[in-house]
T-cell receptor, first 114, second 112 residues
Framework: ETGVTQSPTHLIKTRGQQVTLRCSSQ?????VSWYQQALGQGPQFIFQ???????GRGNFPPRFSGLQFPNYSSELNVNALELDDSALYLC?????????????FGQGTRLTVV | GENVGLHLPTLSVQEGDNSIINCAYS??????FIWYKQESGKGPQFIID?????DKRQGQRVTVLLNKTVKHLSLQIAATQPGDSAVYFC???????????FGQGTELSVKP
């Protein structure tokens, strides 16, 4: 167990809907990153939050957005869902954004868009 | 472009043998590398990391080797056990900003 928890574990949405995924970081970790993992692929970086501000973004459209709260927990929001958004969404927390420190992952949220 | 890739998508070994999983990276500026293990239905689990000022690091039954000259990373698992069966990913830390670039993964299958 890494101490990083995500909810829900599974979710089914219809194309065009909006979804919010949640992540609680490991105690003491102030940096949270989100990744999308398609079936059979490695995780792809979506964005990172450090002390409530976005701090780096991958090649994802603006309909992917996020928040980080004062307790360092985080949300990933996806608007106008597309079928290709079906994937495992992973949250990772680390102690500091700029240092080479371990990133610990949650178990993920499996999103299916139909 | 930036890429972290694996030479072998699947690896099958006998229980008790040693396993070697390889990874090539293309970003010479990357200075931190991590190996993750991912079991079915779970998130990636940290195994071992290495910084670019090192060429070898050992953990419990695992060793990571880094060859910066040829941009190559490997994970060695000693006395492989059935519980080691999983997909293994290497990842590089890009631009010291926390963005991890993952390879496609190698599926390790351990035969009893």
């Amino acid at each position: 167990e890494t101490g990083v928890t995500q909810s829900p574990t599974h979710l089914i949405k219809t194309r065009g809907q909006q979804v919010t995924l949640r992540c609680s970081s490991q105690s003491g970790h102030n940096t949270v990153s989100w990744y999308q993992q398609a079936l059979g692929q490695g995780p792809q970086f979506i964005f990172q939050y450090y002390r409530e501000e976005e701090n780096g973004r991958g090649n994802f459209p603006p309909r992917f957005s996020g928040l980080q709260f004062p307790n360092y927990s985080s949300e990933l929001n996806v608007n106008a869902l597309e079928l290709d958004d079906s994937a495992l969404y992973l949250c990772a927390s680390r102690l500091e954004k700029a240092l080479n420190t371990e990133a610990f992952f949650g178990q993920g949220t499996r999103l299916t868009v139909v | 472009g930036e890429n972290v890739g694996l030479h072998l998508p699947t690896l099958s070994v006998q229980e008790g043998d040693n396993s070697i999983i390889n990874c090539a990276y293309s970003n010479s500026a990357s200075d931190y590398f991590i190996w993750y293990k991912q079991e079915s239905g779970k998130g990636p689990q940290f195994i071992i990391d290495i910084r670019s000022n090192m060429d070898k690091r050992q953990g419990q039954r695992v060793t990571v080797l880094l060859n910066k000259t040829v941009k190559h990373l490997s994970l060695q698992i000693a006395a492989t056990q059935p519980g080691d069966s999983a997909v293994y990913f290497c990842a590089e830390n890009y631009n010291q900003g926390g963005k991890l670039i993952f390879g496609q993964g190698t599926e390790l299958s351990v035969k009893p």
